[in-house]
């Protein structure tokens, strides 16, 4: 694996962090262009391509990967549903926030191996 992280486990949760950070860029240029004429909402994609790159023990192999959503258009031919937006993005904060402090347990837990025990607490 030539993974800057060296183990699966910390590259699964980096790139999730990436998958993560795409979907909240996608939901909030979704959501700045809600009164965009023929403006079609743009859906991201990567837990099936993590998992699969998982699978086969490199992360890093996983793909983003953004299509237009297929939800019916209103009346000036804009797809985007606010509702559905705010809560995908909120949905994806909460999980890279999860994600994050993933990676601050092992940066924690690798300090704790390497300098031992801290005394404070």
Same mark, same amino acid.
């Given at each position: 694996?030539?993974?800057? =992280?060296?183990?699966?486990? &910390?590259?699964?949760?980096?790139?999730?962090?990436?998958?993560?950070?795409?979907?909240?860029? /996608?939901?909030?240029?979704?959501?700045?262009?809600?009164? &965009?004429?023929? =403006?079609?909402?743009?859906?991201?994609?990567?837990?099936? /391509? @993590?998992? $699969?790159?998982?699978?086969?023990?490199?992360? !890093?192999?996983?793909?983003?990967? &953004?299509?237009? /959503?297929?939800?019916?258009? *209103? $009346?000036?031919?804009?797809?985007? *549903?606010?509702?559905?937006?705010?809560?995908?993005?909120?949905? #994806?904060?909460?999980? =890279? $926030?999860?994600?994050?402090? #993933?990676?601050?347990?092992? =940066?924690?837990? @690798?300090?704790?191996?390497?300098?031992?025990? !801290?005394? #404070?607490?």
């Amino acid at each position: 694996m030539s993974d800057v =992280f060296g183990d699966v486990a &910390t590259s699964a949760v980096y790139q999730a962090m990436q998958g993560l950070w795409a979907e909240q860029q /996608s939901a909030a240029n979704n959501i700045a262009n809600i009164n &965009t004429p023929n =403006f079609k909402a743009q859906d991201v994609d990567f837990e099936s /391509s @993590l998992a $699969q790159a998982i699978a086969k023990g490199d992360p !890093s192999q996983m793909q983003v990967t &953004t299509t237009p /959503s297929t939800a019916p258009a *209103d $009346q000036i031919g804009n797809n985007v *549903d606010l509702a559905s937006e705010m809560i995908d993005s909120q949905k #994806a904060g909460m999980q =890279f $926030q999860t994600m994050v402090d #993933a990676m601050n347990a092992k =940066f924690q837990l @690798l300090s704790t191996a390497i300098n031992g025990p !801290s005394s #404070a607490g």
